[in-house]
């Protein structure tokens, strides 16, 4: 199992995104809700990879277990929703700045 590194987290909006790479390759989605994180993992995920979340994050979370086609539909949708934000966000800057 792959350690995560500080540069390999991305803040996103007050909260810390794990790689996507990462969350997919040993089950794990992190999310911060209104009550705390939440930490979703599928049947499958290794006890090492919720070890190496609660290492990088040091802070308390949540553990909600998902079926894999729950899991897997939740981070695509996670992931996806973050992506097309950061699309639209580069496209209006590219609207912004006047190249000429």
């Known amino acids: 199992m792959e350690a995560l590194d500080a540069e390999q987290v991305i803040p996103a909006s007050n909260r810390i995104r794990l790689p996507f790479g990462f969350a997919k390759r040993h089950g794990v989605l992190l999310q911060q809700q209104d009550q705390g994180w939440q930490l979703y993992i599928h049947t499958a995920t290794a006890p090492a990879a919720v070890l190496e979340v609660r290492r990088m994050l040091a802070e308390p979370?949540?553990?909600?277990?998902?079926?894999?086609?729950?899991?897997?539909?939740?981070?695509?949708?996670?992931?996806?929703?973050?992506?097309?934000?950061?699309?639209?966000?580069?496209?209006?800057?590219?609207?912004?700045?006047?190249?000429?």
């Open 61 to 100: 979370f949540q553990i909600k277990r998902l079926s894999a086609v729950e899991f897997e539909a939740l981070l695509e949708a996670s992931y996806q929703r973050d992506s097309s934000e950061a699309q639209q966000l580069m496209e209006d800057i590219g609207n912004e700045v006047n190249l000429a």
